[in-house]
Every structure is written in structure tokens, then in C-alpha cells.
């Protein structure tokens, strides 16, 4: 089959191309850029030479490459996928985007976020966390790839929620990301000299990743969740960890929690739930698709604490989109994705 | 005056000897390392080569060295610290320790978290949080240097329990530590290849600071407090930044908390409120006595976030501690502690 | 095929267990560790969970596990590997040693530079950089596997001093290593807080890699050279970059410069020659088998400036020793390190 | 004494106004931006918040800043200090330049490598490589401020130049530099991404740091010498190591060696000299107007090897530039920079 990525450029189109290129049933097809139209990628990034080295094209004949494509990748920042889909409602591709555009059930939830019209409102896409999603997301024809964030964060709580274990109010998820979250694009906040040594939150009560990682929560608990949600900014590269705080229910054991982490992720090859006490670290996930879960419960507080780690690029962006990919395609799940993480 | 040094190669230690070695009135009495006795100390710190020269001593002489010093600095592993007081309890020196034996007015907090029977419960220690308690700093005898999160994270909500604009429960502290804060032993996860790159929580739901922040909270409160504290450890050497959870009670505005702030803190040198908004940052207090806090609210949560930003050498342990002295013996509070940031 | 790792605990060898995992044709035997034994590698290295998870055996029993296997790889302190060679000398198996045992044609330059008498002279190892000595590396019965340094730094000026473009006198090789290379051992300077933030040169004119690259330069150029050798401790996890300084031939143009690369390694998939005016990034090839070079001249000095890159877990070890397993089976020499390097 | 700063937001600006902050001679005047003019610079860099805060000016009226300035200190990219420079002709102020301008005895040589014609060729500035030239220093009107890379490879080799005992040819300088040396300037390069875990050289054979190396090289060694130089860039904030080659003359002993640093170096307060076979790490020198040098002998290959280890930002600009003032206003020369280097 073959796959076109829009928006090659930035880190998680890169990190596409990585995995596509690890990948025994994928062709890479066409690969755009508007602003660096005519490089070529191994210029740009030196890592690809000799193995991913292309001219980047346009993506001005969209419809031109969704013809040529069984599926295309969309890594642009938000509001292009929506103009994108919209245009290719009648094309047989198959789209997964990695921006926010299609990620909410209801468009005014992204209008009033994200302080723009949607544009193509009925596209009725799926939301693909894959784990939780996996019946959709064989159905897709647009696929919403989730945020980094929001990938890490919804996981750590969801089969919490699912089992009925803690109560909707009061949850608080502390949230830090590598500074490829942060992308490519020069500001002074993304210069070595200003992340090295540096910490810092940043987003506070604002951060577009907040209703999506609510909506899944409401999804699986049954009634609204609104959280707290507030992300820093970690000088590393890649990883991200959500430090997610809710209220147990009274009476709840240890053994109850156990059971609905087995429950939900007991058989997922990409999820590996560390158990109570285990603290994950963002490195033992680095370049993988894995997630980590620990939790621990604190009977002075009645809280449990739930801990997650992803490497931001790859189950956070391009890895979950890949595993979307083979879903949506009737793959094996795992396919060009079963690399070990990356350590030290 | 002349200040003495128990435990000079740890990390603290160390920064206590750059700071002394910059304050125009103190002189450098002994030094002391019990497994390094009779080594120079620039021989295992040479950024202190030509300038702070000299032999490691015993501290088995504890009360030579008292006889010989108007203050003796701490900064042993805890349990070391009561034993010495307890020897000095007739000498005339004063007593600044930067570990935790000293630090609860209830000895029995101290046993419980530090699983250790306290051996000179009434010392009548004064605890240094210096901003919140100068005037019992000034009489102290024995005084107890707070810890690095403590010193953070009390400062940031302490404005709001005095002036009653938060709730006594659901106060969550979510905490980052660079690697100083791990000290100089020997430990796989203190290498650099297990720090760099990565990020983990650790100590969930039992981390020893966790009794001492309570502890001021409750005394600004008027009532006791419980709180939830999560440390994670930052790949960076220093700096602590604590995002900490507070409910807002009803009704609370913006100015009202603005108001808190500068009511405790408008005149202190060292605290820098960077308002509604801001979002510290630990590089901006790096190497310096600073201490930044900035603030938002989330109506749709009803809560406060508040942010501070520390670095735990200085603010955190050594700085403080100089600062503290300086109090007790009525020097200017500011003297040797002017030097701006280190930035970047 | 069967393929055991004595010594799977340092970083070299963790990293032999991520890329045998990633390898169709091998089959993970016994691993080992003699400080662990018993333990589960992945509750040491937990970012194997739920892939390479099983217990350290002992090498006591080498014999057994050489009956068993098709091949060792010993990744183990030098010193070791030439008992356990001379101890199955008489076996089938053949064998892989990462460390520096079998690295010298004469074993009296072993000697001189490890301090330590050679137990096992005639083994009649085979020097396995295998894109200089890959005919020998497919017969080899005992493989020592190269230095990190010297894969790195023999790559760059070998194909010079084949072309006879460089003087034998005057080489200088200034190389800078990430942490990984100093091993997982407990020492205060490999802790986050000492090589954070620092650079510093160590082993400077004694360094045990120098008669390594010696030994191939020597076998390149036809005469004996003696170089100057200084590594660098550099803050990153993994990659080295090897400067190198040689005096040019009077008349040597760019042309017959890029061709000496070109008729070496025009082949090769692993090397990728970038070409005049290029500097190597180690972040290029990080956790990849490539090895990227750079060239430049510099007619004011007539000397020639030689940069490459590797990862020191991967082209310096664990993916060369993989390399040479496949060349020594004749399964083709890139399968399992296809991968691209990480990035960022 | 009144010192304004043109050019104050950049890295070497900025930490002028922290070194000028602890002087407790200087009284800071304007401070000038022209791309900021109006802004505060503690909006900028909120670590000077409450101390350094004052608006930007514009450079427009110099003439006017230098009526009312004792020095100025000029922090811009090279080009702009010469016009301002011919322009103050008739001012008593006296000018630091941080950047380029001055820095060449023939300004055919400024010419040549950096591609600009000198507008000020007869300015009889003074190169302000302190202990080097302080007499000059003392009498300087213009003073030329060395760079950060000529001044850390100057001290490491000129005493040996100066006593004779190292041949003029064959001198190779192998520096690295912290990512303030890229200064702030948006640039991929720059990037936190692009610069984390990596390392690189750049410039090689073109760097405009080599003919002034060259130039001071030559003085003291009374001919003219040519070197290589090769600067790279790590990833850390602060600090340069210069690694400098020298074929030694016939006969030299370590003890000749060590007398000729001693003899320069023996009575100077900012350089250690920590003698052979000691490997300086810029850790030890951070944020410090420090100069550590070691050295050590190859009798293999009859060289030594120096290396020397500055902050850049101290000792290579900000500081040294302080350090001149001292010397060119009479006040005791260390003032304002005794601060101890921050480690870790």
C-alpha cells in the first residue's frame, strides 16, 4: 500500500517517515511541504540520507496524490486538515490527521478552544486511540489521530473510570513533555540556551489538550468530567509523563485497581502496566510505541495517584498513527512498530 | 564571625563554602567529613582550587570546634544532627542544620516519617523558613533550615491560607527537582545515563517533605491541613519548580489573591510575586537566593494553580541557611546573598 | 540460530539484547551477568518489559552454554574474555568479544598497554571492522569486535592512507564520546551532576585505543604510524565524533580526496560519506549502525580535517558485533540494523 | 563611575548587566536595543526582575551616551562597534568592544576574514587579553575585548611560546563551546532539538577566530605562526575546553614546562594552572572569570598537549570585559569577579 505524508517537515512528520520506512507493507508515496516545496528531506534532515531522501513536493494538487494513495498522513498545525478534508469528501483515501481539527464529537467544543470556524463539521471521523477505539477505528475513512498529551493522559485514568473507581470531580492531571511537543518553528522559548537547565509550565488552565483528554473521560465514565489539566515544558527531546490525581471512591482496594488495569489493557501489546508503587520513567518508553502506567494509592488522602509515560513522537503522534494505519488497513496491529525502546 | 562547616562535601556543604567564602563578614573556621578526613577539599571540588584550600576534619573534636566557632552549620544525612545538638547543649555556639531532625515541633512527626526515635526532643528548635518566622529566627539557638520542597512549595499557597482565600482540603503539590537534590552518592539513579533524558516520579504518597509542608500550611491555616506532594526528579543540577492545587473558596477574585501575595511578600527581597499569569521558571533563580512565584485561576475548576521556583542549593539549603544566619546574628539579611541569577 | 551474551548487564550488552530482539534470524540463548545472577534483566532495565524478559544466568558453566549456542557474544571488562576463549577452544562455537582481549595482532601490545599477561596468544582472532576485513570476518572463528573510538576514528583516514594521500607523521585524532562509554559502573564522575553541564578531556597520551587505531592505520598506509590520541567526555547518552588531523601530500587535490572515500566505501550501506565542507552530527546516526563523514582541507596548513560519527552502543559495539555475527553466518550483513537513526 | 551598555540583550550583554550589578565601583547608565528600544529588559530575561529593571534605549544619540558615560561597553555583532567607534573620536568616553572590530594590529587581516573594509583603521586600539597586555590595557581609550575561543587557546599555549619551548609549526587547536557562543539569534541550529544530545564541529579551516589566535600566538613567539583551528559546538550553556597541540622541542623536560606556565602565570588571580596531567573541565570554571589549564606530554610522539577551560561568557566576553576596566580606571583588578565558580 502506499502512504503520502502532508507536512513532512515538521518533527512528527519525520518521525513518520521513519516508521514508514520500517514498515514491510508501506510505499511511500508523496511527501509535501509548502514552505521548503522543491528540497530535498535528507537536506533538511540529514539522518534520512541514503534511505529517505526525496524531493518534497506540494501539496496544491491534494486531490492529485489522494488519487495516487491508499492513505495520507496530515502533519500540519490545526486548521488544514479540516480545508483538506473537506476537499477530499469524495475521494477514496483514507486520512489520518495528527492535528486537532477532527478530534471532538462536537465541532463547538474545537470552535471555542481553538478560536476558529470548523469547516467541515458532518466529516463524522474517528477518534483513534487505538486501545479504546480499535472497532471505529477499523472504519474509518478520517481518522483523528489524539494528542500527545491526551494519549498519555486519557490512558493512565480511563480504566479508573471505566470500573467505576473514582469520582468525577477533582481530578488534576500534571502533565510534562519533551521539547519536540513543541515543534520546529524558530521562537526564542525553543532555543537550547532557553529549555537547557530550564522548567517551567506554561498553558495554564488554557491548553487545547484539555477537553479532548475530558471528552474520553466522560466517554468511559458515563457523565461530564471537567479536569484541571496544566503542562510543563522537561529538557529532554522526547516523552511525556501525565501525573494524574483523582479521588478513590470510599471503600476502594488495591485489588480493584489491579483488576480494572488488567480488565482494560491486560491484553494490549503497546500497554504495559507497571502496577501499584511503580513509578514509569519517560526513557524506559523512548522511541517506542509503548505507554507505562504505574499508581499508587495515598489512604491518607483517599487519592490515587496514576502515572503514564509515552515518547511524545511515537505513541504520542506518529507511532499511534501508524498503528491506526494497520488497524484501519486489516494489518497486524504491532506491524513496523515492535522496536524496543531506546536505553540510555 | 566565624562559621564552621559539619559535612562540607556533600552538595550543600559545598555551596555553603562558596557562600560563606562571598560574605564580607564571616571568616572560615573548621570543615569537616568523616570519610574524607584529612583530604584538601579542592582535591575533590577544584572549582574551589586557590580559594577555599583547606583540610578536611574530623567532627569527632564537636565540641573543640564549637568552642572555636559562633556558628556551626549542619549538613549531614538526617539523625546526625540530634546527637550533635543534644552533645552542645551548654555550648554558646548556634546551630543551623540543613537536614530534616530538627524541623517538627511535634518529635513524634519526625519519628514517623523518618522512622527514627528523635534523641534531643526538647531542643526548642526554631524552624527557618525565614520570610514567615524572622523574628523567632533571630533568638534561635538550634535552627532547623528547611528542606528544598518545603522552602518552595510553602511559600507559594502560605499568602492564601493566611488571608483564608483557599480550602483546607484538596491542596495537591505537584513537585520537580534537579539532580542535586539526590546528593552525591553513589546510586545507579544518580547516573548520569538513568537522569539524563529522562523524568519519573518517585517517593509517591511518602516523600519526608510531605509532614513538613503540612506543618506550615496548618499553622497558616489555623487548622490542619492535608496535602497530597508527588516529587519528581528533573534532568537538570538544580532548581525546583512546585505547581501547587488549591480549591479557591467562593467567591475569591483576582485582586483578593494578588492582595495575599503582596500583603506577605511586598517587602521581601528574596520573593519576587510575578503575578496573575506568570509562569516561573527555575532558570531564572539559578544560583540565586530567589524565590519566583507566579499564579492563575481556573473558574471553570474553581481552583487556584500557584507556581514557585527555587534553587534548591541555594533558597533551598545553603542560601537559605546563610540568610538565616545573617538573622540571627544581626547582620544585614541580604549580605552575601545579592548575586543575580546565572543566566543562561 | 542460537545466539547467548555473557555479560548482558552493561550498556553494551543491553544493547546486543535490543537488537538480537529486533533480528529474524537469531534466537536469544543464556544471558548473564555474574554480579546478578538470578535476577530478571528486565527488573534491571525495565524498558525491556514484556520483551526480553528472563533471568541472568551464570557463566560458570561456560561449556554448556557454548554447546548450546551457535554463537557467544562476550561483552564483559577485558581480561575476561581470553579465559573463556582458551576454555573453548575445543568447542563449535563461535564467538564475538566486545571487549579489547583479541584486538592485537601482537599480543605484546595487549600487554604494554592493559598491564595484564595474555592468556590466550594464539588464538588467531580476527579484527572484525567489517567493512575493512570482511572476508577474514567471515571465516573467523574468535571475532574481537573494535573499540567505539577506533571504528570511529580508523573510518575516517583509512581510505587516505590506502590512497597514500597523507603523511604517516603528524596524525592527531581529537574524539569526544557520549556517557554510555564509560560504562554503567558506580563513579562519582560518571553521576548526572558531574558530566551535566561539563567537558573534559581525560587518558590524554594513554588512552588504550590508541594502539588500536595504530594497528590499522599501520595495515592501511604499509608503514608503521604513531598517532595522537585524546578522547573527551561529552554530555549526551551515546555518539562519538572523531576529529582528525592529518598532514596532506604536496599536490593532493579535492578530487582525488573524495574519490580515496568513494572507491572504499562507494559500496558500503552503513557509511555514508557527506563530502566536502560537511561536518558529521552524532545525533545523525544516534542508535543506528551508520557511520557519517565529513571532509575538509585547508590549503593555508596543508593539512586535511577528517570528521565521523557513530553511535558508540551500535557501529562501536553491539551493531558492529551483530554486523560481524552476520557476515561470520552469512545471513546478509544488514539484517536487523536497518533501522534509522533517531531523531530528534 | 557611570558605564552604559549598547547592545545589552544579548547573552554577553546580559551578563554585563549582572557583572556590573555586583561592582561596587559602577553605577550602570543607558542601556541601549535597537530592535527592543522601549522595552524593559527584565521583560526580556525576567531573571534580573527587581534589580536590573530599566527600559531599553536606542543607540541613535551615542554621542549623548557617551557625554554622560565614563565607559561604554559596546555587545554588538562586528561591524557596528567602528562606526561607533570613528564617531566617539573626540569623546573622553572610554569604549570596551566586545565584538571584532579592534581586535587585529593590521586591519587587512579584519578585512580578509570577515569580509567588511575597516571604517576606523586608525584607531591604536589596545587587544585586551589582560594578563598578556595590561600595561597597554591601562592606557587603552579603545580596547579591543578578545574573543571567547582566542582567549582560552592564547593562555593555554603562550607561555610556552613565550620561553621557547614548542615549535612554531604544527600547532592544532581543538575548541568546543557551549551554545551561548551561537548567541540568540533564531537559527535551526540553535534549536533546543537541534543542539540536545549532539555534537558537531563548524568552521572548520574558516573560523574568524584563528588569525587573532594566530595573532597573539606570533607576538609571543616572535614569528609568525599558523595554526589549525577547529571549533564545535556542545551541547551545554556555558564553557569552552580548548585542546591545544604542540610539537615540543628536542630536550624539553616537564620541569621547563611547568616553569614557563608558573612564570607567566605564577602571581595572576584568575588562572590555575593545575600542572601536568590534569584535565581542566569547564564545570569547574562556570559562571567564574576563571582559567584552569593542564597540560601533559606524549614522549610517544613528542608533544604536549594544553588544555585550557573558560566560561565564555565571563572570561571569554562579559567578564574579561570588566576585568579591563578595572585595570583601565585604577580600580583593583579583580573587583566585581571574585566570585566562585557555580558547581555543580
Given at each position: 500500500?502506499?502512504?503520502?505524508?502532508?507536512?513532512?517537515?515538521g518533527?512528527?512528520?519525520v518521525?513518520?517517515?521513519?516508521?514508514?520506512?520500517?514498515?514491510?507493507?508501506?510505499?511511500?508515496?508523496?511527501?509535501?511541504?509548502?514552505?521548503?516545496?522543491?528540497?530535498?528531506?535528507?537536506a533538511?534532515?540529514?539522518?534520512?540520507?541514503?534511505?529517505?531522501?526525496?524531493?518534497?513536493?506540494?501539496?496544491?494538487?491534494?486531490?492529485?496524490?489522494?488519487?495516487?494513495?491508499?492513505?495520507?498522513?496530515?502533519?500540519?498545525p490545526?486548521?488544514?486538515a479540516?480545508?483538506?478534508?473537506?476537499?477530499?469528501?469524495?475521494?477514496?483515501?483514507?486520512?489520518?490527521?495528527?492535528?486537532?481539527?477532527?478530534?471532538?464529537?462536537?465541532?463547538?467544543?474545537?470552535?471555542?478552544?481553538?478560536?476558529?470556524?470548523?469547516?467541515?463539521?458532518?466529516?463524522n471521523?474517528?477518534?483513534?486511540?487505538?486501545?479504546?477505539?480499535?472497532?471505529?477505528?477499523?472504519?474509518?475513512?478520517?481518522?483523528?489521530?489524539?494528542?500527545?498529551?491526551?494519549?498519555?493522559?486519557?490512558?493512565?485514568?480511563?480504566?479508573?473510570?471505566?470500573?467505576?473507581?473514582?469520582?468525577?470531580?477533582?481530578?488534576?492531571?500534571?502533565?510534562?513533555?519533551?521539547t519536540?511537543?513543541?515543534?520546529?518553528?524558530?521562537?526564542?522559548?525553543?532555543?537550547?540556551?532557553?529549555?537547557?537547565?530550564?522548567?517551567?509550565?506554561?498553558?495554564?488552565?488554557?491548553?487545547r489538550?484539555?477537553?479532548?483528554?475530558?471528552?474520553?473521560?466522560?466517554?468511559?465514565?458515563?457523565?461530564?468530567?471537567?479536569?484541571?489539566?496544566?503542562?510543563?515544558?522537561?529538557?529532554?527531546?522526547?516523552?511525556?509523563?501525565?501525573?494524574?490525581?483523582?479521588n478513590?471512591?470510599?471503600?476502594?482496594?488495591?485489588?480493584?485497581?489491579?483488576?480494572?488495569?488488567?480488565?482494560?489493557?491486560?491484553?494490549?501489546?503497546?500497554?504495559?502496566?507497571?502496577?501499584?508503587?511503580?513509578?514509569?520513567?519517560?526513557?524506559?518508553?523512548r522511541?517506542?510505541?509503548?505507554?507505562?502506567?504505574?499508581?499508587?494509592?495515598?489512604?491518607?488522602?483517599?487519592?490515587?495517584?496514576a502515572?503514564?509515560?509515552?515518547?511524545?513522537?511515537?505513541?504520542?503522534?506518529?507511532?499511534?498513527?501508524v498503528?491506526?494505519?494497520?488497524?484501519?488497513?486489516?494489518?497486524?496491529?504491532?506491524?513496523?512498530?515492535?522496536?524496543?525502546?531506546?536505553?540510555?
Amino acid at each position: 500500500m502506499k502512504a503520502s505524508v502532508i507536512g513532512a517537515t515538521g518533527y512528527a512528520g519525520v518521525e513518520l517517515l521513519r516508521l514508514l520506512d520500517g514498515h514491510p507493507e508501506v510505499e511511500l508515496g508523496v511527501i509535501t511541504s509548502e514552505s521548503s516545496t522543491g528540497e530535498n528531506i535528507a537536506a533538511m534532515y540529514p539522518h534520512l540520507a541514503k534511505r529517505v531522501s526525496r524531493e518534497l513536493a506540494s501539496m496544491k494538487e491534494i486531490e492529485k496524490i489522494a488519487a495516487d494513495s491508499d492513505v495520507i498522513f496530515i502533519a500540519l498545525p490545526h486548521g488544514h486538515a479540516m480545508k483538506i478534508g473537506s476537499q477530499l469528501r469524495n475521494s477514496k483515501v483514507r486520512i489520518i490527521d495528527l492535528g486537532g481539527d477532527y478530534r471532538f464529537k462536537d465541532h463547538k467544543v474545537f470552535e471555542e478552544w481553538y478560536k476558529l470556524k470548523h469547516e467541515d463539521p458532518t466529516a463524522n471521523a474517528v477518534y483513534g486511540l487505538t486501545e479504546l477505539y480499535r472497532e471505529e477505528v477499523k472504519k474509518a475513512t478520517i481518522l483523528a489521530n489524539p494528542g500527545c498529551y491526551t494519549t498519555c493522559s486519557i490512558l493512565a485514568l480511563v480504566p479508573l473510570f471505566k470500573a467505576g473507581l473514582i469520582e468525577t470531580k477533582g481530578v488534576i492531571v500534571d502533565a510534562k513533555s519533551g521539547t519536540t511537543g513543541a515543534g520546529r518553528s524558530l521562537k526564542v522559548g525553543s532555543l537550547y540556551c532557553s529549555v537547557n537547565e530550564n522548567f517551567h509550565a506554561y498553558g495554564v488552565a488554557s491548553h487545547r489538550h484539555t477537553p479532548e483528554i475530558e471528552q474520553t473521560y466522560s466517554d468511559f465514565a458515563g457523565e461530564e468530567v471537567i479536569i484541571q489539566f496544566t503542562p510543563h515544558l522537561l529538557p529532554v527531546d522526547r516523552g511525556i509523563l501525565s501525573t494524574c490525581y483523582a479521588n478513590l471512591k470510599q471503600g476502594v482496594t488495591d485489588a480493584q485497581v489491579a483488576k480494572a488495569y488488567n480488565d482494560l489493557y491486560g491484553e494490549e501489546f503497546f500497554i504495559r502496566v507497571l502496577g501499584k508503587g511503580a513509578c514509569p520513567e519517560i526513557k524506559n518508553v523512548r522511541a517506542s510505541n509503548y505507554v507505562d502506567i504505574g499508581w499508587e494509592i495515598d489512604r491518607r488522602t483517599g487519592r490515587i495517584i496514576a502515572m503514564s509515560a509515552i515518547d511524545n513522537l511515537v505513541k504520542g503522534a506518529a507511532g499511534q498513527a501508524v498503528q491506526n494505519m494497520n488497524v484501519m488497513f486489516g494489518i497486524e496491529e504491532t506491524t513496523g512498530l515492535r522496536q524496543l525502546p531506546i536505553y540510555p
